[in-house]
Structures are given as structure tokens and as C-alpha cells.
């Protein structure tokens, strides 16, 4: 199995003054096409910033990020952002839903910022609510919407281009535990049947252990392998 993503000795230390902040030191690791993998590490111990790295977020003070062979660094800014529109998908802890927009039109928006036709993305966009559980939900705008169900139309959007690799940040942090559980089963679910690679960032130990494969951070540092699933 070929690997979709290269962390190659990423280190970040932000500067501030004469202050410098050490982030991350020397982190290497691959993940597998199609691979699920969990970042597990508690707050400050730079999961986040990998992650905004891995995706083009935010840049290495040194190393380098190799994504489907290429590095993300040889990337001019309008290609980075074509790779992150249409080959990866990013979820967060806060949906991030656009207020005054209805469920489809949220989903829809990743489409239509690539050029998709209005009508081609709204299709798209309600076969992936579908996919969600959100059929009877296409029209409501975020308010009128649970947190789990908000939660399921930031999955929707975040795979609805069917992106080769899909990254979450503490995507069930502001669920309760119980409706936590069956978003992340349902975005495992969705992205083992469009053979999504999975990268989820997160402090919670058994929804981290859900995954194939398990990577700690601590202190900027990343710990030996901690967990691979039978």
C-alpha cells in the first residue's frame, strides 16, 4: 500500500520577540492510503499544529510535508489551495457552518468554490447529506439543527468533493459522549466506503484506540507506537 501523506522531521518553533516557542521537534511518520490513523496528545502538546501543517495550514520552520508524492512546499498558493479544496477534507471540534445557509447549501459550498455548476454541487451536496442521515434535514440552516446533526453536515461537507484524505480536529469535543460515539462510528463508516485516508487529531484515548493505528504526541515530541488495531 502506497503512502498518501509524508511527514519528513517537521519541527515548528514560533517566534515572538525574543521569545521562540518550540512546537513541534522533529516529527516523522506515514500514513497509508486508506489508512486511519489517530494523533492522540493533550492540549498543548502540538496535535493541532501538526495537523494545520499536514494540510497547508500552516508552514514547518523546518522539514517538509510530502502529499501524494509532491512536497506542499513546491506548491504556488493557487495549486495548495486546488490540492486542499479538492483532494482533502477537514473537519473541526466547532462545525464552522455558514449561519445564514441551509444544510445543502453548506455542503455545497466546497463544489461550488472548485466550479461546479449550481446544479451539479446541490446534487452532490444532497446525496452526501443522505449518505449522513440528513435527507429530511437538506433545507434547515444550522440553528434549527442538534450538535450532532450540525456535526454530520461538517462530515458532508467535508467529503463531498470524495477527498483522498480527510483530516478532523477533536471532531467530537463539543458532543456529548454518547452522540461523540456515533458521529465518529459514522465518519469511519463513510470514509472506509469512499477509501478515504483518515487522519483525526484528538485527546480522547477510546475514540483514538477506534482507529488502525495510533501515534502520540507529547511535548512536540512524537512517543513510539502506541496502538495497533487487531
Excluded: W
Excluded at 130 to 135: D, K, P, T
Amino acid at each position: 500500500m502506497e503512502d498518501l501523506l509524508v511527514c519528513q522531521d517537521i519541527s515548528k518553533t514560533y517566534h515572538d520577540g525574543e521569545n521562540d516557542t518550540a512546537v513541534l521537534s522533529h516529527v516523522s511518520f506515514s500514513v497509508a492510503t486508506g489508512e486511519h490513523i489517530a494523533i492522540l496528545g493533550s492540549s498543548g502538546s502540538g496535535k493541532s499544529t501538526l495537523l494545520h501543517i499536514m494540510g497547508g495550514l500552516d508552514t514547518p520552520s523546518d522539514g517538509r510535508v510530502l502529499f501524494d508524492g509532491s512536497p506542499l512546499d513546491s506548491l504556488k498558493p493557487k495549486a495548495l489551495n486546488q490540492v486542499r479544496n479538492q483532494q482533502m477534507g477537514f473537519i473541526y471540534q466547532f462545525h464552522h457552518l455558514l449561519g445564514e445557509f441551509s444544510a445543502l447549501e453548506n455542503v455545497a459550498m466546497p463544489l461550488l468554490i472548485g466550479g461546479s455548476s449550481h446544479t451539479n454541487a446541490n446534487a452532490e451536496a444532497k446525496k452526501m447529506l443522505e449518505l449522513v442521515g440528513l435527507a429530511h434535514r437538506l433545507q434547515h440552516k444550522p440553528a434549527a439543527l442538534s450538535g450532532g446533526e450540525r456535526q454530520r453536515v461538517a462530515i458532508a461537507r467535508a467529503l463531498v468533493n470524495q477527498p483522498k484524505l480527510v483530516m478532523a480536529d477533536e471532531p467530537t469535543g463539543n458532543l456529548d459522549h454518547k452522540t461523540g460515539l456515533s458521529v465518529y462510528a459514522l465518519l469511519k463508516d463513510i470514509s472506509r466506503t469512499l477509501n478515504t485516508t483518515f487522519i483525526v487529531v484528538t485527546h480522547d484515548r477510546e475514540l483514538a484506540n477506534k482507529m488502525d493505528r495510533v501515534l502520540t504526541l507529547k511535548d512536540g515530541h512524537l512517543q513510539p507506537l502506541d496502538k495497533v488495531a487487531s
